[in-house]
């Protein structure tokens, strides 16, 4: 089965500082890669998604992600967060196994913007 | 308004019983997922369904039962045999095929 890791359980930044999560997977075949936010008291919503096509993509609120399929690496970014980026961010595969695509969700990172 | 509904938010019960959480989807999605969330340990993943009358365990299957008799509905039931069964429950739909998951508002279960 497929795995995720996140390296960073905690991540604190100052208004304006730069972003990246990292996000590694380990599956051989062929995955679908998503990034997921949860704001404080809210639903998980998804940030964005690579399917194929441009190894970076663009999400909403100026994230974006680059794919890098020999590291199987699938890292989140922002140039300048905000004090409303404070959540929790999970990255997540879909990959085909055992004959039906399984959903797998890394630990997440907390994000902590301080104003 | 289409969705996903789970119901209750807020659960209790007493240790030994079995409950049953509700997760109704009416985005025509063939695909169902239940998860549960613990601090820092991520989503972890239940049961999932491709398909009605089909499912198959997740990572952490055991002390939990499902069923998929219609295609908007997946209940879960935590039964007295899961462990640690106080956590915050989601469940997710999505088309076949990998595509993007959409959630629910979550169900806190806690057992005492």
């Known amino acids: 089965a497929q795995s995720v890791s996140q390296h960073n359980h905690h991540v604190i930044l100052s208004e304006a500082a730069s972003l990246e999560l990292g996000c590694n997977y380990s599956y051989g075949g062929t995955v679908n890669l998503f990034w997921y936010v949860q704001y404080p008291g809210q639903h998980l919503q998804l940030l964005l998604k690579y399917f194929s096509g441009d190894p970076l993509v663009k999400g909403i609120k100026g994230f974006e992600a680059e794919f890098i399929k020999s590291k199987f690496s699938f890292n989140l970014r922002k140039p300048s967060v905000q004090w409303s980026d404070t959540a929790e961010y999970f990255c997540a595969v879909n990959a085909r196994w055992a004959g039906s695509y399984q959903l797998t969700f890394g630990k997440g990172t907390k994000l902590s913007v301080i104003p | ?112």
């Not at chain 2, 209750?8 to 985005?27: A, D, H, I, M």
Request: aromatic share 12%; with cysteine.
């Open chain 2, 1 to 112: 308004d289409g969705g996903i509904t789970q119901s209750p938010k807020y659960l209790f019960r007493k240790e030994g019983q079995n409950v049953t959480l509700s997760c109704e989807q009416n985005l025509n999605h063939d695909a169902m997922y239940w998860y549960r969330q613990d601090p820092g340990q991520g989503l972890r993943l239940i049961y999932y369904s491709q398909i009605v009358n089909d499912f198959q365990k997740g990572d952490i299957a055991e002390g939990y039962s499902v069923s998929r008799e219609k295609k908007e509905s997946f209940p879960l039931t935590v039964t007295s045999a899961q462990k640690n069964p106080t956590a915050f429950y989601l469940c997710a739909s999505s088309t076949q095929g990998g595509t993007e998951a959409f959630f629910g508002q979550g169900t806190r279960l806690t057992v005492v």
